[in-house]
């Protein structure tokens, strides 16, 4: 069974910082393009940022500035940096597989294979 599944998240302190990561298992996510998604409730889940097969990365206006993605494959394993946080960073965040030849980050939900449960970060002081 393909599995993703978050970790890292927890309550941090505006200007903190925290690492996710989306582990995967029953498959290799060397092969895919990962989206990380933020969803806070009364709103849309939005993408934020992407890292493809090649290690190349995209950004929406949303994940951009303080927020960085890395992927180690030995580990299967791909990172979400967030730094300066503030309490408008306070989310579920969620990663996701995204269908294709993993090149290309589309970044919406329609071409995501697989998604993770989400882990949820709280920015307060």
């Known amino acids: 069974q393909s599995q993703l599944v978050e970790s890292g998240g927890g309550s941090v302190q505006p200007g903190g910082s925290l690492r996710l990561s989306c582990a995967a298992s029953?498959?290799?996510?060397?092969?895919?393009?990962v989206t990380w998604f933020r969803q806070t409730p009364g709103k849309e889940r939005e993408a934020l940022l992407c890292?493809?097969?090649?290690?190349?990365?995209h950004y929406t206006n949303s994940g951009k500035g303080r927020y960085s993605i890395s992927r180690d494959n030995a580990e299967n394993t791909v990172y979400l940096q967030m730094n300066n946080l503030n309490s408008e960073d306070t989310a579920v965040y969620i990663c996701?597989?995204?269908?294709?030849?993993?090149?290309?980050?589309?970044?919406?939900?329609?071409?995501?294979?697989?998604w993770g449960q989400g882990t949820r970060v709280t920015v307060s002081s």
């Open positions: 029953g498959f290799n996510l060397e092969h895919f393009a």
């Open positions: 890292i493809n097969t090649h290690g190349n990365t």
């Open positions: 996701a597989a995204e269908g294709g030849s993993g090149y290309v980050c589309s970044m919406k939900s329609e071409y995501v294979e697989v």
